[in-house]
């Protein structure tokens, strides 16, 4: 069993469309975050959860809204997306003490059409 | 504003050296972390300076100067599967997030 999952791996959607993506780390780690990776560029720190409260959005737009129902579940619940947006996202997870250590998922590859 | 430049692409030869170098241009820098990725898989951790100096880990190695805002990964005797993309990570202290750069993506031949 990998340390954290992501599903679904690819997603097409419509720009009406609403969708979620899961993660979940069976790492024990108390610390989850979003990032949207874009070909050739930065890794892009979404959100930051730790012990399941928010402590980062870097300034998101508020098609994307981030859920932590528990230490280890993260979702990013995604409506009227735009084609902008296509990318790869990514699911990590830490100790919090120990954050510049992360854990990945493989991703989601999301299209929007 | 805070980046970090690194190679867009390095090309090397299997069995021999190479080094990827990170400089960044940032205040209130902690330490520089170094991940792999392959292409369609997950970034995974490689190493992590938190202090001046060479970390070595196998055959990866690598080196932060603070004084020189600069660091390197050094992958020694290349095998074909090093072939991936490798991303430096600076750690802020002002909110202790990773801040990456770009990736460079190292191609090795036979």
């Known amino acids: 069993e990998t340390g954290v999952t992501q599903t679904p791996r690819h997603l097409v959607m419509g720009m009406t469309n609403k969708k979620s993506l899961k993660c979940e780390q069976h790492?024990?780690?108390?610390?989850m975050y979003w990032y949207k990776q874009s070909a050739k560029k930065p890794l892009e720190l979404m959100f930051v959860?730790?012990?399941?409260?928010?402590?980062e959005n870097n300034s998101v737009p508020s098609r994307f809204s981030p859920e932590c129902p528990n230490s280890s579940h993260l979702f990013l619940h995604l409506h009227t997306l735009q084609p902008e947006d296509s990318a790869l996202y990514l699911c990590?997870?830490?100790?919090?003490?120990?954050?510049?250590?992360?854990?990945f998922g493989a991703g989601t590859r999301l299209s929007v059409l | 504003g805070q980046s970090l430049e690194q190679p867009s692409e390095v090309t090397a030869v299997e069995g021999a050296i190479v080094q990827i170098n990170c400089t960044y241009q940032?205040?209130?820098?902690?330490?520089l972390s170094w991940y792999q990725q392959h292409d369609g898989g997950a970034p995974t951790f490689l190493s992590y300076?938190?202090l001046d100096g060479l970390e070595e880990t196998g055959r990866f190695s690598s080196f932060l100067s603070r004084s020189d805002s600069y660091g390197y990964l050094l992958l020694q005797e290349l095998q074909m599967k090093d072939s991936a993309s490798y991303f430096c990570?600076?750690?802020?202290?002002?909110?202790?997030?990773?801040?990456w750069g770009a990736g460079t993506k190292l191609i090795i031949k036979p």
């Open positions: 990570a600076g750690l802020m202290d002002s909110n202790y997030q990773l801040i």
């Open positions: 790492l024990g780690h108390n610390a």
């Open positions: 990590a997870s830490s100790q919090d003490g120990d954050r510049p250590i992360q854990y």
């Open positions: 300076n938190g």
């Open positions: 940032t205040s209130g820098f902690y330490g």
């Open positions: 959860y730790n012990f399941k409260e928010q402590t």
